[in-house]
C-alpha cells in the first residue's frame, strides 16, 4: 500500500489564463498516454475542449478505456512509468490537496475495481502532481449501451459515440468520446454538481443539440 498526497479535486469557476491553458496541455502531453488509439480523455476537460474553451481551472486528468484494452493500458502505464492502483481511501488535506491510501491492481483486476489510479514513480509514501496522479475509467460495451462501473451506470451507446480526434496546439493527438455521456455521469455523480457545473452541462448539451455555439465561460 501507499499513501499519496496530491491535487485536490476543486473547481475554481474562473476562466484560465493563456499560461495556465498551456500548462494544463503540457501536463496532457507529459503522461504519455494519450497519444494513441485506445486511451480516452473524459471527465472536465474533455468536455472544455468539446466546448472549445475552457470554462474553469482542473485540478485532475480523467481517462477511460475500455475492458478488452486493459491488458494494453497496463503495458503502456509501465513503459511510462505508472503503476495502476485502486483507491482504499481519500480525506482532505487542505483546500488544495487530498491524501489517498492505495494499492496496486493487476490487468485481471482492473475490470472489476471501481477507484483505478494510474500513479507515476509509485512511492510507500509520496507527493504527486496533476500529470502523474490520474484518475481511470473502465467502459463496458453491453449490448446497446455503455456501462459504466465507476458510478453503476449505464448509458445508450449513441450518447457515448462518436469518439472525435482532437489535436492540441502542442500536437498532441486525443481521442475524445461523445461528451453528452459525461454529462450523465457527472449529473449522476451529486458530490460533484452545483449551479455552476448544472448551468455549463445544460448549455453544452443544448448547443449539441441545436448545432448553436458553444457555451461562454462561468
Same mark, same amino acid.
Given at each position: 500500500m501507499a499513501v499519496i498526497i496530491h491535487p485536490r479535486r476543486f473547481k475554481l469557476y474562473r476562466k484560465p489564463?493563456?499560461?495556465?491553458?498551456?500548462?494544463?496541455?503540457k501536463d496532457l502531453h507529459s503522461t504519455g498516454l494519450l497519444d494513441n488509439d485506445f486511451v480516452l480523455l473524459v471527465g472536465g476537460i474533455a468536455l472544455a475542449l468539446h466546448a472549445g474553451e475552457y470554462y474553469r481551472l482542473h485540478a485532475d486528468i480523467d481517462l477511460a478505456v475500455f475492458e478488452t484494452d486493459i491488458p494494453?493500458?497496463?503495458a503502456l502505464a509501465k513503459r511510462n512509468g505508472f503503476t495502476i492502483a485502486e483507491r482504499i481511501a481519500t480525506g482532505h488535506v487542505s483546500s488544495q490537496y487530498d491524501v489517498s491510501i492505495v494499492r496496486k491492481v493487476s490487468a485481471q483486476k482492473?475490470?472489476?475495481?471501481?477507484?483505478?489510479?494510474?500513479?507515476?514513480?509509485?512511492?510507500?509514501?509520496?507527493?504527486?502532481?496533476?500529470?502523474?496522479?490520474?484518475?481511470?475509467?473502465?467502459?463496458?460495451?453491453?449490448?446497446?449501451?455503455?456501462?459504466?462501473?465507476?458510478? $453503476?451506470? /449505464? %448509458?445508450?451507446?449513441?450518447?457515448?459515440?462518436?469518439?472525435?480526434?482532437? #489535436?492540441? =496546439?502542442?500536437?498532441? !493527438?486525443?481521442?475524445i468520446p461523445n461528451p453528452l455521456h459525461i454529462l450523465d455521469m457527472k449529473r449522476a455523480d451529486?458530490?460533484?454538481?452545483?449551479?455552476? $457545473?448544472? /448551468? %455549463?452541462?445544460?448549455?453544452?448539451?443544448?448547443?449539441?443539440?441545436?448545432? #448553436?455555439? =458553444?457555451?461562454?465561460? !462561468?
Open positions: 489564463s493563456a499560461a495556465q491553458i498551456a500548462l494544463l496541455e494494453r493500458f497496463h482492473t475490470g472489476t475495481s471501481k477507484h483505478i489510479r494510474a500513479i507515476r514513480n509509485l512511492r510507500p509514501f509520496m507527493f504527486s502532481r496533476r500529470d502523474s496522479f490520474l484518475d481511470v475509467f473502465v467502459y463496458v460495451p453491453n449490448s446497446g449501451f455503455v456501462d459504466a462501473p465507476h458510478y $453503476d451506470f /449505464r %448509458f445508450p451507446k449513441e450518447r457515448f459515440f462518436p469518439i472525435t480526434r482532437k #489535436t492540441l =496546439s502542442s500536437g498532441l !493527438v486525443l481521442n451529486r458530490r460533484t454538481v452545483n449551479a455552476n $457545473d448544472l /448551468r %455549463f452541462y445544460g448549455d453544452l448539451e443544448h448547443s449539441m443539440r441545436t448545432g #448553436t455555439s =458553444s457555451p461562454k465561460a !462561468v
